[in-house]
Structure formats: C-alpha cells, structure tokens
C-alpha cells in the first residue's frame, strides 16, 4: 500500500502505470496484442467480429490508437469479400466503418457470397462435436476466453469459406496450407510463439548466443523497464519513478498544508473530446449557454460544474470571488484552482431552460462540465446506452436530453456522387472554414513578466495602501452639501446594482454613509454586454475647486521615443480604486441607492480632479525613471529600450516597482515585448513616430463620387482647407467642371487625379499635423441620418478626421440624441487628446448647448452625460452652413435623393385667336355686312 499521503500526491499517469505494473503483466500484454493482431472475421459472423474487436482495442490501448490504427486493424480482419470495399471509401471514424462491414456483410449473405449465420439448432455436428457459436461470447455464464475464440476462428475459418481450393498440403501445426517450414513457431526477436521476427511489435530484440543459457534465463527474469525502457531493473525500482515520487510527495505535502484551512477541494474526471465521442458510456454533446453553443460533458465523477475560461469571459453573468479558493483535482493528479463562481447562468437543453452555477478552470476539450451538484439537484440520470440524459419534470412526462452521438458523420458524400450531382445541375458551394478566436495571451509566454505574476492578478486584493498623495476634494467657499434622489432604475440594473454593491463591500472599496451629500447611481453598459456602476457627481463637480496640476504634453512625450526600437506597454487595473480618499473627504464621495446610503474610501470614477490626481502619483512614483525609458500618461505605462537586452532590464526593473508600491495592471489590455506600438493616438516604432491611420480613414476611403452633389460634398471638405493647399483651384478644376449646370457628368482620369491628389494633401501636413501641447483643442461635430462626423482641431490646424455610419438602432434616435451621440463619439476616440484639459465643442443643434442644465434626462442621456463630466469642454452653437467639414464626413455616404418630376405644360391661344378676329374683321366682304347691318338696324 501507498499511503494516504503518497497515493494523493501521485500523478495519475504514474498511477496507472503503477496498476498495469501490479496487475497486467508485459508477457500477458504481449500476448493480447498478438491476439489482437491476428483476429479475423469467420464467415459472415460480423457481430462477434466487432464485439472482439471493440473488447481487443479496451484491452490494448497502444495498438487502437490513433483512430486510424483502430480502423486498419478492424479492416485487415474482415473477410476479403467486403474489405476492399470498406477499405475504399476512406472513413476516418471507427462507427461508420462498423456500419458500412454490416451492411456490406448483409448484402454478401443475401447474394449467397458468404454463408449464412450460423443458428441455434444448428449448434452441434454431425459427429456429436460443439460448433464454434458465435452468440458465446454475448452470454455471461458461457464466455469464451479471446484467445480460445481466435483460435476456433482461424480452425474453422478455411472450412466455413468453401474449402481449400489449391494445391500445398495441409499443416498440421498451424492447420493452414502452405509449401515448406512452418512459420508458426518462436520469433527470432523476441523468443515468443505465433508470429515471425518481421511482424514483432516488441523493442528489445532476444540475445542471438545460444550458448550462454544462464545469461538468456537471467534476462527472461530481467524484463524491460516500463517506465524508462532500460534493462536490468523492473518499474517499481525505476530512477525515473522514484524521483517523480518523491517530489510529487513534497509538492502535495505543501499543497495540502497551503490548502488546509482556506480551500475547498474538488474532483474532476474530463477526457478528450475525441475519446467522448468514441466512447459509448461518455455523454457529451453541443448546447446553449447563455445564447451560445458550448461542448457540455456531463461527469459524475465531478463534484461541481465548472466552464473555461475562454467561455467565461463571454458569458453576461458577473464573476463572483469565493471567499476560499477552490482546489479542483482533474484526471492526470494535476491540481488547478477556481477563485471565482457565475451564478445563474443559463442552460438550454433540448428547449428546456435550466439555472446552473460555473466554477471557470482551464479545461482541455470542453467548454462545459456538468458535475453532481446540478444532476443532484435536477434528480438527472445519465444513460451511457442510450447517449442522452433523463430529467424528471413534475408533470410526470421525463425530459429525455438526446445529445450528439459521436463519430457519426452524417450528410457526406463520396468525390464519384458529387461528381454525379453537378452533372444533374445541382448547386456546389465551397466554403472556408476558419478559427476566429485569437490565442489567449498567458503570462507565462513572455520573459520577465513570467516572473511578476502578482503584479496582474485577476481581482484587486482590497483596500490600498496609504500612499504619499491621496484624493483630496476641496470645495468653493459657501458651498453646502448637495443631495439628489436615486434615479429609477431597471429590474436587471437594480439586479446588477445589488450584486456591485455587494462586491465593493466585500473589497472594502465603500461602506454604509450617514453623509449628507448623496449623488445617484446609473449604469453604463460595456462592450461585453456587462453593466458598469457610475455616480452622477455632477452637481458635487461644479463646487468643487479645479486641481491645476499639469498633464504632459503629448509631444514632449514622444520626444523622448527617438532611436527606441523595443516596447512594452502596461494599463493599471481599475486604476482610481488603487488610490484612497482623504479620511475628511469621504463624506463627499456619498451616494444613495435602493439599498441605501454608501461612501467610498478610494477614488471614485466621475471626480473632476481625478485624472490631475492620479498623474500626481504616477509621476511620484516613477520619478527615478522618467524620461529615461519610461513615459507616464494617467493610467498608462509605456516602457521604451533601444535593445533587447536593455528592455529586458528596463521592464524589470518598473515590474519591480510596482510590486513594491502595490500597483496592479490588468494583464489582459498589456503588451510586451513590442517592436510596434500604438500610443496615444500615434504609431511608434524604430522608424519613427508616424500618424494613426485610423485619424485619416475617413479622408483616404472617401468612395469616388458618382454624381454632382457627392462631388460637391468632397469639395465643400476640401475647400475649407484650401489656404494650406497650394494651388487648390489648380488641383480642383477638373471636378468643379463637373458641377456646372449643363455638363454631362463624366469621370474620366482627369477627375480621378485631381480626386486622389487632393485626397492626399489633406491627409498629410500641414493639413495634418501633430498636436502642440494641450491647450486651444476644438471639435466640431455634425450627424446626419446616416453618419456621424467630427474634426479635432487646433489653432486652425486638424489633427485627426473621424467618421462613421449609424448603427441599425441608432436611426431610430432622435435628432437630440444623434447630434449628442456624435459629441460622444469625437470624446470616445480622442479621449487621449481632451481628458484633464480644456476643450471647445461646436455643434450646429443649439438645444445641446444646455445639456448640462437639462433637469429631464432618458437613460441614454444620462449616461451620456455621465461621461461628458469626466472632461472639461464647453459645448457651443456653430450654424450648420459654417460646420463645413463635420458636415461633409456625416454625410459622406449619404445617397443623393432622385425625384423623377413630369412636366405640364398650358399654352393658351387666346391672343391668336384675337389676332386672327382682327384680320378677318378687317376683309372687304366683312366691312360691306357690317354696314349693310347697321342700315337694317335703322330701317327696322
């Protein structure tokens, strides 16, 4: 026996390998795969073929691995009449190989190619002797040993066939036809009977000295290693193994002793994705969890459900930290540890939603393990026969989970029928499948950060450290508490709400407030689909005095990047909460919720002087190192070397540092080891500093105009820069040809030239230069019911065009609202350029001129406005007509409206007809009648 201890502490590979040693002997392992080398299929006995065959590859698991050995050894034992059959269609998993034998083995029977099954009546011959039954080995009192069965199949195999048709004699050792010596003997390799030296499997090849058989007996005695392969000694006694036990003891023994009073342990039993799905008593299959398809297992022999981390990141669900981490021991001994658990999370199963609790670990083949606790709690009986799990509902009716049999390749056609289908007229498509996941990063791939990891943990560990600067709020004079009522939040916000609150008590970050000042909550929902917790603190913003201190100029900052070729770049994790507030000044950090009052004791995001604050300490910090090989801008860390050797130190050395201040980063939104790097806004490698591109995609995939309006758009852009373009009426004139009334449009290469050249000017200095300090920046902003557009500027000078198109849902906002969504998005990406500083936005909708007065505000404008806080701009009226430039990138893909008019056209002949009285009147005849009348008027 092992002992507790050393049974815990060895690994599971070693752990098996000890079984086989104790209870499978090599010469017995030998002899199952000789068995299993020389079985053969006898008439048309198809099923007691697969059953041997299935028990053969349990038995010797180096011979029916990989798949493909599995297969060849199935095919090479069928009878000749349905091999090349099953050999030619090229299948790469053993259960449509077995399929297609059956079936092929049934055709022959039919067609009298093979001999049919033999029955039960017909179990005796005629001389009184048992036949060979091939249902033997499906009983149970009457199981017939694999090599006993083999070898009445290869006695009865010639005779059950049609007989021995040529001319070489029978032999009576082997009971096989053959010309000369018999080869069934012992084998020249390994002394072994049943197989020649050519075949052996074995790779210690037998002593050829006949003549020493002492040494021969001794070496009998002394069997191969089975864990080294040497000669001379047994496993148990193997160097290798002894030295893996002893530091596998003392690796657990500290294990348990770091785990006995904080850790939970757990027990799970995963295998491969491809063993479950070749293995009849594995349940695994494909589901929904939280609207997305995962690989579910489901173990009972794991105590708890767990998910991988690649899976949990995506998941909607907060991540709650255990108040113990939880040990969990996988299948190969190795111990991993779980320090967070999803709750509630979503699980779809054949239309029916269940509610289950994730442990993330890193996992091997599948995203999902379903453990006791969720089959426990559901009552679920897993049926390996049937490949589907049963749940038992209350309405009596059980739910059935079918899940996805394995190995079964359905709707594949071989190359001949799809050849035959296209020419029937059918429909091919070819598609590329590719893996869109990119390689998580681990801090283990890259040297140096290898060694700090608790400088990037997961979560930070609570409350800071009282550092040499801490958040101060210092308020005008005559100022008074300010408290605002909590504002109405959604039944998934107050849900998300409680959980935050939750979590920031269990930090230390806030706690209960009997404050006078009280700010409100809102929420502001993540890229991921998570909800981030913000305080409205603006009316406590507006009475609280500016802290001035200086942020760097982003130009004296590259200055300092000339001739580096290396970088590494590091973002603080939640950085503000790694600062702590002024004991005096935490009553002013209260805020009122639902479930009451609170304060905080770090640095609360939506501070007026939070970014000056915090670069205060930064600077503090990394004062040794300033301006040597290492620039500081909030939050963000950018180290430069000009070697590989120097940066390796230079990285080490501010790693150093912030494990000695107890700054955290978040691993995640880090990059090292950089020949590249992009910061703040610009391009930096061992070229240069160049410009963003992303500053001038709107400008460089302007599409070609096709109609006189676009062509008046691009040049209403162009020509508001046209006093930094030499020559621009030059340059221009073929375009402006085309928007005179009259002209036929026409593009030829004259526009086109004129197009891209002006295309480039604006797109390269001095249409486009590089900030200088940080002062005088102005944004312009427009949208349109297409597009937003914005230009940052300073002193009349652009530093960056931007643009986009509005998203589906955005087309339903209203005017308001987009005009405020682009004054957002100019902030959003140019928030590198305008935090900490003043700014000037010029937009064309008045109304947003008051946004900060406004008492009304819908959720999506308060969270808006809850960014608009964290800078210092002044929105100001620009008429629409002088906004020329955010106006063209706003409606840069706006599509010209067409109106297809007819024309009426009324003439009235009313004057040719008084023309054509006159002539006629004034005829010969016309004057006689008149005055004939007029003597008939008098006579009557």
Same mark, same amino acid.
């Given at each position: 026996m092992l002992g507790l201890e050393t049974a815990n502490a060895t690994a599971w590979e070693d752990f098996k390998d000890m079984i086989k040693e104790e209870y499978c002997h090599r010469d017995d392992i030998h002899k199952l795969e000789d068995e299993y080398y020389g079985l053969k299929m006898v008439g048309s006995e198809i099923e007691t073929y697969t059953k041997l065959s299935n028990d053969y590859a349990a038995l010797c698991p180096n011979m029916s691995r990989p798949m493909y050995r599995r297969i060849e050894l199935y095919i090479k034992g069928l009878v000749p009449e349905i091999r090349s059959h099953v050999t030619s269609a090229n299948l790469t998993t053993i259960q449509p190989v077995v399929r297609l034998a059956h079936k092929l083995t049934n055709q022959a029977v039919e067609e009298g190619r093979l001999p049919k099954r033999i029955s039960a009546a017909e179990g005796t011959s005629s001389d009184g002797k048992r036949k060979w039954d091939g249902n033997q080995g499906k009983d149970a009192n009457s199981t017939q040993a694999p090599a006993q069965q083999r070898k009445t199949?290869?006695?009865?195999?010639?005779?059950?066939?049609?007989?021995?048709?040529?001319?070489?004699?029978?032999?009576?050792?082997?009971?096989?036809?053959?010309?000369?010596?018999?080869?069934?003997?012992?084998?020249?390799?390994?002394?072994?009977?049943?197989?020649?030296?050519?075949?052996c499997r074995s790779q210690f090849p037998a002593r050829q000295n006949q003549q020493q058989p002492q040494q021969q007996q001794q070496q009998g005695n002394n069997r191969g290693c089975f864990k080294c392969g040497a000669m001379g000694h047994m496993r148990k006694d193997c160097p290798e193994l002894n030295q893996n036990r002893n530091n596998n003891q003392g690796a657990g023994n500290n294990e348990q002793n770091n785990n006995a009073g904080n850790g939970a342990r757990g027990?799970?039993?995963?295998?491969?994705?491809?063993?479950?799905?070749?293995?009849?008593?594995?349940?695994?299959? =494909?589901?929904?969890?939280?609207?997305?398809?995962?690989?579910?297992?489901?173990?009972?022999?794991?105590?708890?459900?767990?998910?991988?981390?690649?899976?949990?990141?995506?998941?909607?669900?907060?991540?709650?930290?255990?108040?113990?981490?939880?040990?969990?021991?996988?299948?190969?001994?190795?111990?991993?540890?779980?320090?967070?658990?999803?709750?509630?999370?979503?699980?779809?199963?054949?239309?029916?939603?269940?509610?289950?609790?994730?442990? /993330?670990?890193?996992?091997?083949?599948?995203?999902?393990?379903?453990?006791?606790?969720?089959?426990? =709690?559901?009552?679920?009986?897993?049926?390996?026969?049937? =490949?589907?799990?049963?749940?038992?509902?209350?309405?009596?009716?059980?739910?059935?989970?079918?899940?996805?049999?394995?190995?079964?390749?359905?709707?594949?056609?071989?190359?001949?029928?799809?050849?035959?289908?296209?020419?029937?007229?059918?429909?091919?498509?070819?598609?590329?499948?590719?893996?869109?996941?990119? =390689?998580?990063?681990?801090?283990?791939?890259?040297?140096?950060?290898?060694?700090?990891?608790?400088?990037?943990?997961?979560?930070?560990?609570?409350?800071?450290?009282?550092?040499?600067?801490?958040?101060?709020?210092?308020?005008?004079?005559?100022?008074? /508490?300010?408290?605002?009522?909590?504002?109405?939040?959604?039944?998934?916000?107050?849900?998300?709400?409680?959980?935050?609150?939750?979590?920031?008590?269990?930090?230390?970050?806030?706690?209960?407030?009997?404050?006078?000042?009280?700010?409100?909550?809102?929420?502001?929902?993540?890229?991921?689909?998570?909800?981030?917790?913000?305080?409205?603190?603006?009316?406590?913003?507006?009475?609280?005095?500016?802290?001035?201190?200086?942020?760097?100029?982003?130009?004296?900052?590259?200055?300092?990047?000339?001739?580096?070729?290396?970088?590494?770049?590091?973002?603080?994790?939640?950085?503000?909460?790694?600062?702590?507030?002024?004991?005096?000044?935490?009553?002013?950090?209260?805020?009122?919720?639902?479930?009451?009052?609170?304060?905080?004791?770090? $640095?609360?995001?939506?501070?007026?002087?939070?970014?000056?604050?915090?670069?205060?300490? $930064?600077?503090?910090?990394?004062? /040794?190192?300033?301006?040597?090989?290492v620039i500081v801008f909030i939050d963000d860390i950018l180290i430069y070397s000009k070697s590989q050797e120097e940066h390796e130190r230079h990285l080490r050395l501010i790693l150093e540092l912030l494990h000695k201040e107890q700054l955290y980063a978040k691993f995640s939104k880090c990059d090292f080891w950089l020949r590249e790097v992009h910061f703040l806004g610009h391009v930096v490698n061992k070229d240069g500093i160049h410009v963003d591109p992303a500053k001038i995609d709107s400008i460089k995939n302007w599409p070609t105009p096709k109609t006189p309006t676009e062509v008046r758009q691009f040049l209403g852009l162009a020509g508001y820069y046209r006093r930094f373009i030499k020559g621009f009426s030059k340059i221009a004139q073929p375009l402006m040809t085309l928007t005179h009334k009259g002209i036929v449009y026409k593009w030829n290469e004259a526009q086109e030239s004129a197009f891209q050249r002006l295309k480039d000017n604006l797109c390269s200095a001095p249409i486009l230069s590089l900030p200088e300090g940080s002062d005088d920046f102005v944004v312009y902003c427009d949208a349109s019911i297409h597009g937003l557009g914005c230009v940052l500027m300073q002193r009349e000078k652009v530093i960056a065009y931007a643009s986009r198109q509005l998203k589906t849902h955005e087309r339903n906002y209203t005017t308001h609202d987009l005009e405020l969504g682009a004054v957002i998005f100019a902030l959003n990406i140019w928030r590198h350029y305008l935090y900490g500083t003043k700014c000037t936005i010029y937009t064309d909708h008045r109304s947003l001129e008051h946004i900060f007065r406004q008492k009304e505000l819908n959720m999506r404008q308060r969270r808006w406005v809850e960014l608009l806080n964290d800078y210092e701009c002044a929105i100001k009226y620009h008429p629409g007509k002088a906004n020329v430039v955010a106006d063209a990138l706003s409606r840069k893909d706006t599509t010209p409206k067409r109106v297809r008019a007819l024309q009426l056209t009324i003439q009235s002949n009313l004057p040719t007809q008084i023309r054509n009285a006159q002539v006629e009147v004034l005829k010969p005849k016309n004057i006689r009648a008149e005055s004939l009348r007029g003597s008939r008027q008098r006579l009557e």
């Open positions: 199949d290869n006695n009865k195999g010639t005779q059950q066939q049609g007989g021995y048709r040529g001319s070489y004699p029978k032999c009576n050792k082997c009971n096989r036809h053959h010309n000369g010596a018999c080869n069934k003997g012992q084998c020249q390799r390994c002394n072994k009977m049943g197989h020649e030296a050519k075949d027990r799970a039993f995963v295998i491969g994705a491809g063993e479950a799905r070749n293995d009849p008593n594995v349940v695994a299959g =494909k589901f929904l969890l939280d609207d997305r398809y995962v690989s579910v297992l489901f173990d009972s022999g794991a105590d708890a459900s767990y998910v991988s981390l690649r899976i949990s990141k995506k998941l909607k669900h907060p991540h709650a930290l255990l108040s113990s981490k939880r040990v969990v021991e996988i299948a190969n001994g190795r111990n991993i540890e779980a320090s967070h658990v999803i709750h509630d999370c979503t699980l779809e199963l054949s239309g029916h939603t269940f509610s289950i609790d994730l442990f /993330p670990v890193k996992l091997g083949s599948f995203d999902v393990v379903i453990g006791m606790d969720w089959l426990s =709690k559901h009552r679920a009986e897993i049926l390996c026969q049937e =490949k589907a799990v049963r749940i038992p509902r209350r309405s009596g009716q059980p739910l059935i989970v079918q899940v996805n049999k394995g190995g079964e390749v359905t709707g594949i056609i071989s190359l001949l029928k799809a050849q035959k289908c296209l020419q029937k007229g059918h429909t091919a498509i070819l598609a590329l499948v590719t893996d869109t996941h990119e =390689k998580e990063k681990r801090i283990e791939d890259f040297p140096v950060v290898r060694d700090y990891p608790e400088v990037f943990p997961e979560e930070l560990p609570g409350l800071p450290p009282h550092r040499q600067v801490e958040f101060q709020i210092e308020l005008a004079p005559g100022a008074a /508490p300010i408290a605002r009522a909590p504002y109405r939040l959604a039944p998934a916000e107050l849900k998300e709400l409680s959980t935050q609150l939750q979590e920031l008590l269990d930090k230390g970050f806030i706690r209960p407030s009997s404050s006078p000042w009280g700010a409100p909550v809102l929420f502001v929902k993540k890229k991921d689909g998570t909800f981030r917790m913000c305080i409205d603190y603006r009316e406590l913003n507006k009475v609280t005095i500016k802290n001035r201190y200086p942020l760097p100029r982003i130009d004296d900052l590259f200055d300092q990047l000339q001739g580096s070729s290396y970088y590494s770049k590091i973002d603080l994790r939640s950085g503000y909460h790694q600062l702590r507030v002024r004991n005096e000044d935490i009553s002013k950090t209260a805020f009122r919720t639902r479930y009451g009052h609170y304060e905080f004791l770090v $640095m609360p995001f939506g501070m007026t002087n939070a970014p000056a604050v915090f670069m205060d300490l $930064m600077n503090r910090v990394c004062k /040794p190192y300033l301006d040597k090989f």
